[in-house]
């Protein structure tokens, strides 16, 4: 979406797709109408929303290694605070497109040491049921799918339990809200 002194955007928009813009009601996981046809880039790039302007993810800020650009890698990597700590998320441009990927797992496993890794695929962003996965600093890894909660450790899995009601419908009144307020966004802009 923009560029910093040491690397630029260059051919890849996957942010564009893949990331939620609630001024333009656009959820996550679908491309941007604004996206230029004719290659790379913001076909509004000078009017475009703040939030656009200020994004940064994490290889354009100039972590991980520079042929990890996100185009590249498969995945938009951002470091999301949690309470007082850091959660490294990784939005996959493609169901299982993280098993698929060596690179990907091997930067997993590097920030697994110091921060949960939060793995979500967007195919269907405001679907309460989307799974995702948890990979735990501790070697644990929480896959959560609908109601579901199964635990790993050393790929088998040691617990299964479901969500709290509370927890789950909290996530369902959130994302609800989610979609309600992008489908406002949307039409407005189409007023
Ligand atoms: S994902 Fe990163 S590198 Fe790609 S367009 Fe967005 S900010 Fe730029
Ligand atoms: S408005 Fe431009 S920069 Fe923002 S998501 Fe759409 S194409 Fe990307």
């Given at each position: ?7 630029i ?12 813009v609630?001024?333009?009601?656009k ?17 509004i ?22 042929q ?33 990927s ?30 995702f996965?948890?990979l ?15 635990l ?5 899995v ?26 406002r ?7």
């Amino acid at each position: 979406m923009s560029a910093d002194s040491a690397r630029i955007c260059g051919a890849c928009s996957l942010c564009c797709t893949l990331l939620r813009v609630d001024e333009l009601g656009k959820p996550g996981g679908t491309p941007c109408r604004n996206q230029r046809s004719d290659g790379p880039g913001c076909g509004i790039h000078v009017t475009r929303p703040s939030i656009c302007r200020a994004y940064r993810c994490l290889w354009l800020q100039g972590s991980l290694e520079q042929q990890d650009r996100p185009d590249r890698l498969g995945a938009v990597l951002d470091l999301r605070p949690v309470g007082e700590s850091l959660r490294l998320e990784v939005k996959l441009a493609e169901p299982g497109g993280f098993d698929a990927s060596p690179r990907l797992r091997a930067i997993a496993e590097r920030y697994r040491g110091s921060m949960p890794v939060r793995i979500t695929d967007l195919a269907a962003p405001l679907d309460p049921d989307a799974p995702f996965r948890v990979l735990l600093p501790n070697g644990e890894e929480q896959r959560v799918a609908g109601e579901r909660v199964t635990l790993l450790r050393e790929g088998r899995v040691v617990a299964e339990r479901r969500l709290p009601w509370l927890e789950r419908r909290v996530r369902r009144l959130l994302l609800a809200w989610s979609g309600f307020r992008l489908r406002r966004a949307a039409r407005r802009r189409g007023a």
